[in-house]
């Protein structure tokens, strides 16, 4: 634990300007970001008396080595700044909100020839409009199914539509009339691009535009007698109107507009957002977070909308923004929201009428979401506090191991051996973290020599970060008279006087890095000898502050170094639980490696030792010839023969074919017969 008086910087060397500042922990992790109007004033409140600070932030300013920061020209940059560090640095005491769940989008690729309407989770795409995010997929999917009559967009796969342009056959939407089959010509390019513009007017909330144009024409052509039209485009706008009533109309202006809600506890938050387009609700979604750092409800408000907004543009901001607390600096927020919108964007607390209705209930939702967490999770902390106490408990450690590190060696029979390192912290999978081994100091099947390699490769990496960052430089004794009373030592390179150290150039900027954070405990899948074969790379190493132990498969026995006969832990056990569920998670990662190794050898061919042979010239070769082995038959002069070939790649490939092993034969297993290639059939 850390004396934040020990990094303090001087009062005369922080600005009183807008700006940005990051909190570093020892090991030069950037741990929080934060921003203000005035950095000297923000910063002077972390270094008050640790009993006036709050819990939380007691216990990041303790946590802490150093602090820095970066000077912007206005709110509204510093606001974007903090943004792009908090998704850049990943600090552990900043509050982050993470979906619930991944909601779907329904989404349409304008950016294709033909766009094509479809079901899309993840990250937005360039070029493809979103409506959204719904709860279910399955309710976008009866909402497209009825709209389809009436804007016969595609909704195929590319692989679909290839092959039926192809074939000149449509697929079974065509010819129901849901599908305008492009396809195969029935429409061009332009006019189905028109199609798939109305289908997203439409989804945008202009919708009574189309239901009157499909009621006009429905009664010219009753009067002109033409019935079956008649009563096909009164069908159409009956499944217009039942998309519609799928989302009811919740503000009678056709307002477009964004509902943000919170629900608080001393530890956690919730949030609830309500879509509202056209005056109806188009979708919903919702956050929980732990409230990591001191933040009221403001906070937590401008925390959601830098979550919400930070990587949107155009429309995807809508004009009106409401919640529930005005952020500290609502002009500045205001400025943000327009920068991204590219017009002006209100964003208030709704005081009367629907909006204010519609609000509570939003808010009802936040509560709601927070006492299902809460429900859900009470048990699953408690569970794992308990895990990692039997764990300390078990082994002799002096504190629950809050980060975990567990290894295992895959192989086929001692080809394509890999190793896997996963990581858990506080109970939970850090998937960000894990890491892939190639075994590569030997050849052959070894799993303590390959748990040796692996472990040795790992913490060697630590080291080199530590020295990296100056953790291990040794200042050597003063030689010179002593410091005169009251002159401070240096600290972190800083000059005694107070002066900033002189810039030099560092790799380390803060951002989570490979093998740079040491566990508390190292797990092995494994006995006694991995342990072992663990436990020696780490005394080469000269590291003797990590514990080590193995968890054996046959009878989940847990070892420890040096130790004869293992640690037993009861079959109900928490730890013991925990163990095997980390135990498991590096088993799948390493055999989940080791498989797609394995299929990229086999599916290896001779021409990729070719230097300068891209998979193009590659797919004309085999086309070419009709297999790799007539190609091996082939002259240099019938190799030139093949568009883009020349005579030095001719002869590169003659000559890789020619050393190159020729493919074993294969075999029918059920009846033991060599099966011979066929020249003809462009296998190998």
């Known amino acids: 634990m850390a004396d934040p008086s020990s990094y303090r910087p001087k009062p005369g060397q922080i600005p009183d300007s807008p700006g940005v500042y990051k909190f570093r922990d020892d090991h030069r992790r950037v741990i929080y970001v934060g921003k203000a109007k005035n950095l000297r004033q923000r910063l002077a409140n972390y270094f008050q008396d640790l009993a006036g600070l709050h819990p939380r932030t007691r216990t990041m300013v303790t946590t802490a080595a150093s602090v820095e920061w970066t000077v912007v020209s206005t709110e509204v940059e510093a606001l ?25 989008y329904l989404a349409v690729t304008l950016n294709e020839e033909f766009p094509r309407v479809q079901v899309m989770r993840g990250a937005k795409k360039k070029g493809v409009r979103y409506f959204g995010p719904y ?29 039926a342009e192809r074939t000149g056959r449509p697929c079974l939407l065509g010819y129901i009339g849901k599908c305008s089959a492009p396809c195969v010509g029935r429409v061009s390019p332009d006019e189905h691009r028109e199609l798939a513009e109305d289908f997203c007017d439409f989804m945008t909330g202009r919708t009574g535009t189309y239901i009157r144009r499909l009621e006009k024409d429905m009664m010219q052509a009753a009067e002109d007698m033409e019935y079956e039209r008649a009563a096909r485009l009164r069908d159409d706008a009956g499944a217009l109107k039942r998309a519609m009533e799928k989302s009811a109309v919740v503000l009678a202006d056709a307002t477009d507009a964004d509902l943000i809600a919170v629900a608080e506890d001393e530890l956690e938050a919730a949030v609830q957002i309500f879509h509202v387009r056209g005056g109806r609700v188009r979708g919903q979604r919702g956050w929980v977070t732990d409230k990591v750092e001191a933040v009221d409800t403001a906070g937590l408000v401008e925390h959601a909308l830098q979550q919400l907004y930070g990587e949107e543009t155009g429309d995807s901001v809508p004009k009106e923004v409401l919640v529930p607390a005005l952020p500290e600096d609502p002009d500045a927020v205001s400025q943000w929201l327009a920068g991204r919108r590219g017009s002006q964007v209100s964003l208030r607390i709704p005081q009367r009428g629907d909006k204010k209705d519609l609000m509570g209930t939003v808010q009802r939702n936040a509560q709601q979401a927070l006492g299902l967490h809460k429900t859900k999770r009470a048990s ?27 290894f295992d060696i895959s192989h086929l029979q001692g080809d394509d051996v890999v190793a896997s390192m996963v990581v858990f912290e506080d109970g939970l999978a850090r998937k ?34 530590k020295e990296r960052t100056g953790e291990w430089e040794e200042t050597p004794a003063p030689t010179g008279p002593a410091p005169a009373p009251g002159t401070e030592p240096t600290v972190n390179g800083a000059d005694p006087a107070g002066a900033p150290p002189p810039e030099e150039p560092r790799e380390d900027d803060g951002r989570p890095k490979r093998f740079a954070y040491p566990p508390q405990l190292v797990v092995v899948d494994g006995g006694q000898p991995q342990v ?8 080469e190493l000269g590291i003797d502050d990590i514990a080590v132990c193995g968890l054996a498969k046959r009878l989940e026995e847990v070892w420890l170094p040096d130790d004869d006969d ?54 004309a070769l085999i086309k070419h010839f009709g297999s790799v082995k007539r190609l091996r038959q082939a002259t240099i002069d019938e190799i030139c023969e093949v568009p883009g070939i020349g005579r030095r790649t001719a002869e590169s490939v003659a000559a890789a074919l020619a050393t190159a092993a020729p493919a074993a034969p294969a075999v029918n297993t059920a009846t033991g017969e060599i099966i011979e290639e066929d020249d003809g059939d462009g296998t190998t």
């Open 80 to 104: 974007q700044l903090e943004y792009s560090w908090i998704k850049e640095f990943d600090p552990r005491f900043n509050v982050k909100y993470r979906d619930d769940k991944s909601y779907p």
């Open 135 to 163: 709860g279910h997929a399955w309710a976008i999917r009866e909402t497209v199914d009825l709209m389809l009559r009436v804007f016969p967009v595609r909704t195929c796969s590319a692989g679909v539509f290839k092959n």
């Open 380 to 406: 699953d902390l408690t569970t794992r506090s308990r895990a990692l106490e039997e764990i300390a408990e078990a082994l002799g450690l002096d504190t629950a191991p809050l980060r975990v590190e567990c």
């Open 432 to 465: 960000s973290e894990y890491r892939r081994f190639q075994i590569k100091g030997f050849e052959g099947q070894d799993d303590v020599r390959s748990m040796h390699e692996v472990i040795g490769r790992r913490f060697k990496r630590y080291l080199q970060e």
């Open 532 to 539: 072992a074969a663990a436990k020696r790379a780490l005394d």
């Open 566 to 619: 293992p640690v037993v832990l009861p079959r109900s056990s928490e730890g013991l639980y925990l163990l095997q569920r980390i135990r498991d998670e590096a088993h799948r990662f390493a055999i989940t490696y080791q498989r797609a190794k394995r299929a990229k050898r086999i599916r290896s061919s001779p021409l990729d030792d070719v230097s300068g042979l891209g998979e193009t010239r590659k797919q």
